[in-house]
């Protein structure tokens, strides 16, 4: 299988097995649920997964959540009230080139969690709580909203 849609369920809470089997899984969609947090290394076993979408959901991020995906290239992550990101919640991820963390509650966003993503190319930022864009300083990049 190489796409998978759990979108617009009542889904509360994804064991840390649930994707341990789908090793050539693409693409994951679990957006529009009631998920608040995700286990640790839920992702892990997903080497092929290129597009994540986890939108639309009431997610808390943990240091390792995307741990093991290093062919990532899309993330998304709107509407999810995040007010925070752990610094080293998107260490490699070295293939993200999209990050959409639009309609979230960020506050702020280091320059040094985006500086992990070298291949970053299309960053959405907006609707947030953002009170400065010193991040985009010293990104070298095609396109920040």
């Known amino acids: 299988m190489e ?3 759990l979108a617009n369920n009542s889904l509360t809470h994804i064991t840390a097995e649930a994707f341990s089997s789908l090793s050539h899984l693409k693409h994951l969609d679990v957006s529009n649920n009631n998920l608040l947090s995700l286990p640790k290394n839920v992702f892990s076993k997903l080497k092929s997964l290129e597009t994540l979408t986890l939108s639309k959901n009431e ?13 990532l290239r899309e993330l998304e992550l709107t509407s999810n009230r995040l007010a925070y990101l752990p610094p080293s919640v998107f260490r490699n991820l070295k293939s ?4 959409d963390l639009a309609n979230n509650k960020l506050l ?23 009170s400065d864009v010193s991040f985009c300083k010293p990104l070298n990049r095609d396109k920040v909203i």
Do not use: C, V
């Open 96 to 99: 993200l080139r999209t990050l």
């Open 59 to 71: 997610l808390q991020l943990a240091p390792d959540t995307f741990a093991g995906l290093t062919a």
């Open 108 to 130: 702020a966003l280091p320059a040094s969690l985006l500086s992990t993503l070298p291949q970053l190319r299309h960053l959405d930022a907006s609707h947030n709580l953002l």
């Open 3 to 5: 796409f998978l849609s």
